[in-house]
């Protein structure tokens, strides 16, 4: 059974791009996270999706952040006008519909904007 | 609003030198305490769940152990393998999402 798989692993970007971050959850899982990590610091919880639904995004900066886990495809995470403070290691995590307290990370994806 | 704090910051053993890593938590109300691990460059790989104080769980040579404001995590005769980050990460009963801590940094000589 594979794990949460993310793409791309890496992903450099200049200032004023965009970024599309991807995630697929793992087989039967329909619960996902996405947390980001900045250097030094701890893992910050952004926003909780089910399969078209957006349950929790209080962790969203209000403005250039976007997420969405459509009815068929990986949830992506979009970052526009990228600026250099968004540099970070973003992980997905993934749960299944009957425990939905267990979080089953991938291996991030690390965001470097020039 | 809910904390975690975990300590040491870093911690270093030589090969079967037992220790314990401490997770100290303020959370409203807890549904559960979450135990990961964190090699460099890769994603938290899930280690304990504990729901309630006095709870107790085991996975080699990790023993997870929960109160009411802490969470211990016992590691006996570790290994340069279990060298790792270790985080803690509580969730709180009105959400679904985890609230890390930022680590204790195991390093392991043999």
């Known amino acids: 059974n594979a794990g949460v798989m993310q793409n791309p692993r890496h992903l450099v970007r200049r200032r004023g791009q965009e970024a599309r971050l991807r995630c697929s959850p793992m087989?039967?899982?329909?619960?996902v996270y996405w947390y980001r990590q900045l250097p030094e610091e701890g893992l910050k919880f952004m926003v909780y999706?089910?399969?078209?639904?957006?349950?929790?995004e209080s962790g969203m900066p209000k403005e250039r952040f976007s997420a969405e886990f459509p009815k068929e495809g990986p949830s992506i995470l979009r970052i526009q006008q990228v600026v250099r403070g968004d540099s970070a290691a973003y992980f997905c995590a993934s749960s299944p519909p009957q425990a939905t307290d267990t979080q089953y990370f991938g291996p991030g994806t690390r965001l470097t904007v020039l | 609003e809910d904390q975690v704090t975990q300590s040491p910051e870093a911690l270093r053993l030589q090969e079967g030198e037992s220790s314990s890593l401490n997770c100290s938590y303020t959370?409203?109300?807890?549904?559960?305490l979450f135990w990961y691990r964190q090699d460099p460059g890769k994603g938290p790989e899930f280690l304990f769940t504990l729901y309630s104080a006095g709870e107790e769980k085991e996975k080699e040579r990790l023993k997870a152990t929960l109160t009411k404001k802490e969470s211990f995590l016992h590691i006996t005769a570790p290994k340069p393998e279990d060298s790792a980050t270790y985080l803690c990460a509580p969730m709180n009963t009105g959400f679904q999402k985890l609230v890390f801590g930022t680590g204790t940094r195991l390093l392991v000589s043999p």
């Open positions: 087989k039967g899982h329909s619960h």
């Open positions: 959370v409203s109300g807890l549904r559960g």
């Open positions: 999706l089910q399969k078209e639904n957006i349950i929790d």
